[in-house]
């Protein structure tokens, strides 16, 4: 599996590269945003791992230069490792649906696995949300009123499907049944007014793409 990795601080850019080719990833790293373009149109990687803000101006080179390239190459599974949680830049990210995303935070990865197994879950067409982020994103549109009428129980089911988890994982995790998981999502749907998927991860990124409208 072919991975463009970037990030301009040396020390992790190396550390990561030397993380994921040791779990068996072809690794092309750079560190800056042109050069991240032309890796993702020239090596036609199946996943990107990008930090938002990359030289020459630390601003989002990173995340313009990923969404440019999935303009030329529809579907480009794109995994956002950043410092902080971006609001505008996660809505950017998930604007339109079209392809797979995560955004984890670089300083809430706390082990090899959790890493390795999102890129992995991203380029398999999977969604990996930290959760900060997702709050983040429910806050606003709480904001709006587009949550409002959702349980806390609800709300729990939302953010875990967001996170890409499967209902049976979401009952694990809430210590509920999965027919209780399976009528807390067909409300969830009614509420927001989106037509429930059988795919979990086409799901995760309707329920997403509607949230951050």
Known sequence: MRVVLAEDLFLLRDGLNRTLREHG?????VDNGPALLRALLDERPDVAVVDIRLPPTFTDEGLQAALQARRQRPGLPI???????????????????????????????????????????????????????????????????????????ERDVLELMAEGR?????????????????????????????APSDDANRRVLAVLAYLKR
């Open 25 to 29: 990833f072809d690794v092309v790293a």
């Open 166 to 194: 499967s209902n049976a994982a979401i009952a694990s995790t809430l210590h509920v049944s999965e027919s209780a998981v399976a009528k807390h999502t067909a409300s969830i749907f009614a509420k927001l007014r989106i």
């Open 79 to 153: 995994l956002v490792l950043s410092q902080y949680v971006e609001q505008l830049y996660a809505n950017e990210l998930l604007a339109g649906g079209d392809g797979a995303v995560g955004y984890l935070l670089k300083d809430r990865v706390t082990n090899t696995e959790q890493f390795v197994d999102a890129v992995r879950r991203v380029a398999a067409g999977g969604t990996v949300m930290d959760p900060h982020v997702i709050v983040k994103l429910l806050s606003r549109s709480e904001a709006r009123g587009t949550i409002s009428s959702l349980t806390p129980r």
